[in-house]
């Protein structure tokens, strides 16, 4: 886990492109591509090299479309694959229209992938020390690393603020609730385990970053006890745009964080695991966004937490999560060594707050 983009793309593109390498090989010995044909391509190198980079561009553009509610995650992906295969056989056979188009599409997408991770990269070595940071995830729960990555931006980038958004219900899941592929099987100590039906694509994975789930109010609340234990209120921003995720997703946050700050520079907090990377992702084609990646290398993990493992989280935040997995109907929660009082009603492991 480097928590670089460039890396990550570098190491995707010299496993894809051994592979591609391999397969026209063969098919190029066996005698179902000329060898006259694929020569006008740069040859069997300059053929891998081409069709890995625009393979991995389909793949990007596919996920880039799905991210703005533009059709199926895997269906575009598969697509975008089919697409380049067809190129790339008519290219390699002599067809001069489809060789444009490969030799266009590759060094094109080759170009926009690694020019914009190496931006990404850049930009989180040269930053303006000023700014609002924002720091988006599923925070399922938010934990002590969490805490630590807001502190640590706060102080070495002199952040005005962070603002801490969590994700509603992700937009995968929406669309395999509507389908009927997935459900929401039953609740464990407050979490919602969803599971997938008879008719869920097989090879689809619903659940990368696992099935068990707190209520998006639910982790709202944890985060701001968390936030408030810690001392944090007055620099960190707990928000929860519920329409705005719902239709655009972080998109639509940034933007609206965006409008109300213009000219602030926007620092974004991610880990190095899947779903921060993904955040990364997100932050980069959302504009000129400066990455605070952070390396976890402390065993602090939203999984443990689910896992039963203690001391990882605030103590308020570890007061409301055993009350929850007891399925208390009134949630009590003190704050730090005060005898001040959080007030909860728990919804059937949604947190409402009580007056």
């Given at each position: 886990m480097t928590a670089r983009i460039s890396v990550g793309r570098l190491a995707r593109f010299a496993a894809q492109f051994a592979f591609n390498w391999a397969g026209l090989a063969v098919l190029v010995q066996g005698g179902a591509?000329?060898?006259?044909?694929?020569?006008?391509?740069?040859?069997?190198?300059?053929?891998?090299?081409i069709t890995t980079l625009a393979s991995q561009g389909a793949q990007y553009f596919g996920v880039f479309l799905f991210q703005r509610r533009i059709g199926d995650y895997y269906l575009n992906v598969l697509i975008g694959l089919s697409a380049n295969v067809m190129v790339t056989a008519l290219a390699t056979a002599g067809l001069s229209v489809a060789r444009e188009v490969f030799l266009v599409s590759g060094i094109g997408f080759g170009i926009v992938i690694f020019g914009l991770g190496l931006l990404s990269d850049l930009r989180s070595h040269f930053?303006?020390?000023?700014?609002?940071?924002?720091?988006?995830?599923?925070?399922?729960?938010?934990?002590?690393?969490h805490l630590e990555l807001i502190r640590r931006a706060l102080d070495e980038r002199r952040l005005e603020k962070v603002i801490v958004h969590p994700t509603g219900v992700p937009w995968l899941h929406v669309r395999a609730l509507n389908r009927g592929e997935i459900r929401v099987a039953c609740q464990e100590n407050g979490f919602q385990i969803y599971e997938t039906t008879d008719r869920a694509d097989i090879h689809a994975d619903y659940f990368p970053t696992g099935n068990a789930f707190l209520a998006p109010e639910t982790r709202w609340h944890l985060i701001r006890l968390a936030v408030e234990e810690a001392g944090l209120s007055d620099r960190v921003e707990v928000a929860y745009m519920a329409d705005t995720y719902a239709e655009k997703g972080f998109f639509g946050v940034v933007a609206k964080i965006r409008r109300a700050h213009p000219g602030v520079p926007l620092h974004g907090l991610h880990g190095s695991d899947a779903g921060g990377m993904h955040a990364r992702l997100i932050m980069d084609e959302c504009g000129w966004i400066y990455p605070i990646p952070f390396l976890r290398r402390n065993g602090v993990s939203a999984t443990a937490i689910r896992e039963g493992q203690k001391g990882l989280t605030a103590t308020a935040v570890a007061q409301a999560l055993e009350q929850i997995a007891a399925g208390a109907g009134e949630i009590q929660v003190q704050i730090g060594p005060s005898e001040d009082l959080r007030k909860y009603q728990n919804q059937g492991g949604s947190l409402v707050p009580l007056v």
């Open positions: 591509i000329r060898a006259e044909g694929i020569a006008t391509v740069g040859g069997l190198l300059g053929a891998a090299v930053f303006p020390r000023r700014g609002i940071g924002i720091f988006f995830g599923t925070f399922n729960p938010f934990h002590n690393s």
